[in-house]
């Protein structure tokens, strides 16, 4: 094949790969709210919800987050996004909780303070889109009732979004979301021994 | 089984369950400026690599983003990232390529003025992590030699961070990598009929 029957096939190939994706385009027309959620166990649910917060910010939308898990550490995201107090409403709830804790009904508490906090963010009509960031392990360990939690959230402003993370997320919570994606460990640093590092993990 | 030996019960295994993951973590104790794959059908790919750099702003590091795909589309990370562009060094090549440009010389001579700038990143000893935007995309496409961007990444300095988002990595650089996520595609809204919704995919 010369290289001009090589530019030609290519040039067919992307037109109609274009042809097909413009289709798509144009059939999908409707605007939403949506309820996004980010599981499995692979690197990369958290960072994903608040790289959603960064696009939203820059947009000129105003943002609401609690992080139900990270509160016994000091993360980049919290330090990076608390710059911005006018634009991002930052919570961090509970203690390090669950497995550091090992104490039940202090788990269920800090988890149950955390979902009110949850609740006025999903209420306040100033805020565009909200981040429940690790929400998904404190409804698998059954720490907040997932059907409560869903109504809730159902409750919402049309145009509200709203972005959960957290390995294990429970098969109603899949079931009610617009956009699920699950992230598969392929290969991890901490396995070769490397810690969690700077701006990368924490 | 009464209130007080289930709580009892779960206090056991969440002790052990700490003692496992305490003692993981003690024998990760190396450092080590990682490269991190990103890729599958799924959302979340690019806003993870974002959720990335605002970690890494928040603990004071400095970052360059180069990103191969989305030259044609005006984005919300891209808005909100360049407003420091005293931490953030953010490059958008290409003029929306692949599919919409059907030029194969085209996109080819833009893939390799990109990664011309992803090298002086590579470089600059004062960049700290880098994260290059879609470009699995690129070498997927064979725009680039895989081997020799690879090369040029296996260059870096010790503690510079590397993050490749895309689809369709391919096998050598899923190889070469530290930590590789893969994102699986479980529900799109897209495919219910909602567009792209700003603060989400844009």
Redesign the interface.
């Known amino acids: 094949m010369t290289d001009t029957e090589?530019?030609q096939r290519?040039?067919k190939r992307?037109?109609r790969?274009?042809e097909v994706?413009d289709d798509?385009?144009q059939?999908?027309?409707?605007?939403?709210g949506?309820l996004?959620v980010?599981t499995?166990n692979?690197?990369?649910?958290?960072?994903?919800?608040?790289?959603?917060?960064?696009?939203?910010?820059?947009?000129n939308?105003r943002v609401g987050v609690v992080q139900f898990i990270k509160g016994a550490y000091s993360?980049?995201?919290?330090?990076?996004?608390r710059r911005f107090p006018d634009e991002v409403e930052y919570h961090v709830m509970g203690d390090g909780f669950?497995?550091?804790?090992?104490?039940?009904?202090q788990d269920i508490a800090s988890a149950k303070k955390g979902w009110e906090v949850c609740k006025q963010l999903i209420d306040d009509p100033n805020i565009?889109?909200v981040l429940f960031d690790e929400l998904n392990i404190v409804l698998k360990m059954r720490y907040l009732d997932t059907d409560l939690v869903l109504a809730d959230i159902a409750k919402r402003a049309e145009m509200k979004?709203v972005?959960i993370t957290g390995r294990g997320a429970p098969e109603a919570v899949?079931e009610a979301?617009?956009?699920?994606?699950?992230?598969?460990?392929?290969?991890?640093?901490?396995?070769?021994?490397?810690?969690?590092?700077?701006?990368?993990e924490?």
Not at 98 to 105: A, E, K, R, V
């Open positions: 090589k530019s290519h040039q992307m037109k790969h274009k994706v798509k385009i059939h999908a027309d409707k605007d939403k949506l996004l980010i499995g692979g690197k990369g649910k958290s960072s994903s919800g608040f790289g959603m917060v960064a696009r939203a910010l820059g947009h939308m993360t980049g995201e919290e330090a990076f996004f669950t497995w550091d804790t090992q104490n039940l009904d565009d889109v979004h972005i899949i979301a617009d956009t699920v994606s699950r992230i598969e460990d392929v290969k991890h640093a901490f396995r070769a021994g490397f810690r969690a590092q700077k701006g990368i924490l």
